[in-house]
């Protein structure tokens, strides 16, 4: 039997990392490379958000843009990876089993959050994806129990694959580059000390225990992604620093690897 597969956060940046890959884009290409290969993809995306999970069971997956502004050519990109309708039904019977309530969308596509990353990880777009949406009303704790939940995909050859933002602060980031400002590495220093530490408390009280919290994460939805991840693989996981680096000034573009 195949070893448990790790799951995954990344920091997803800017959608234009699927026209230009940049060296988050050649990170993720290298870890496409080296990661065991999957039988499928569940993609916990900060760009899908409501009041109680769901999880996308569409056969095939359109694409879909939903960010504005940005060059014309970043329209056209098509990433066609087909659905995973079986590993929707699994996540629902897994949530159902923990009494986490859980719908199904028959009809949604893959947001950027997923496919920008998944189109430089496996460019073939072969791989079954399907998504799950995370809950902005609901704190790091939920998260965590939600993934802790699906840690029984690890030793299916699912791959738990959560994108967002470990440093996300529209207002604040450069849109013409410059230097990370210290209260963006504060944060994104501790978040590394305190995962590397094995400190599950002070993560999940990260709202209270991470220096400028509020203003790293001004609304939290790019940072639940992580506590999905870390959930999903197992308890008391041991952490793994992939990717480190900034974009746009504030912007980090930090992924982690979590393994039970």
């Known amino acids: 039997m195949a070893a448990p597969l790790p799951t995954v956060f990344l920091s997803h940046g800017s959608p234009m990392l699927a026209l230009d890959a940049g060296a988050a884009g050649q990170f993720w290409q290298k870890l496409g490379r080296e990661l065991p290969r999957p039988d499928?993809?569940?993609a916990v995306s900060a760009h899908w958000t409501t009041a109680d999970p769901a999880v996308s069971a569409t056969v095939a997956n359109a694409t879909i843009h939903d960010f504005y502004?940005?060059?014309?050519?970043?329209y056209q990109i098509s990433y066609p990876a087909p659905g995973a309708p079986a590993l929707a039904k699994r996540v629902t019977d897994l949530l159902g089993a923990a009494e986490i309530p859980v719908g199904v969308d028959s009809a949604r596509g893959l947001d950027h959050g997923a496919w920008v990353p998944l189109k430089n990880m496996y460019p073939l777009a072969n791989l079954p994806v399907a998504q799950l949406s995370v809950q902005p009303q609901r704190d790091a704790s939920w998260h965590v129990a939600l993934g802790r939940a699906l840690a029984p995909l690890?030793?299916?050859n699912v791959l738990v694959l959560a994108t967002g933002g470990a440093v996300h602060n529209l207002r604040e980031m450069a849109r013409d580059g410059g230097p990370t400002p210290a209260w963006a590495r504060n944060f994104d220093d501790w978040l590394e000390r305190t995962l590397l530490a094995g400190d599950e408390a002070a993560f999940v009280d990260w709202t209270?225990?991470?220096?400028?919290a509020q203003r790293a994460q001004p609304t939290p939805e790019h940072f639940l992604p992580i506590f999905v991840a870390y959930g999903a693989a197992g308890?008391?996981?041991?952490a793994e620093t992939l990717f480190k680096g900034f974009t746009l000034g504030s912007m980090s573009m930090a992924a982690y690897r979590f393994d039970a």
């Open 69 to 74: 502004g940005f060059p014309q050519p970043l």
């Open 235 to 238: 308890a008391k996981p041991k």
């Open 40 to 42: 499928a993809v569940l």
């Open 154 to 156: 690890r030793r299916e």
């Open 208 to 212: 209270r225990q991470a220096p400028e």
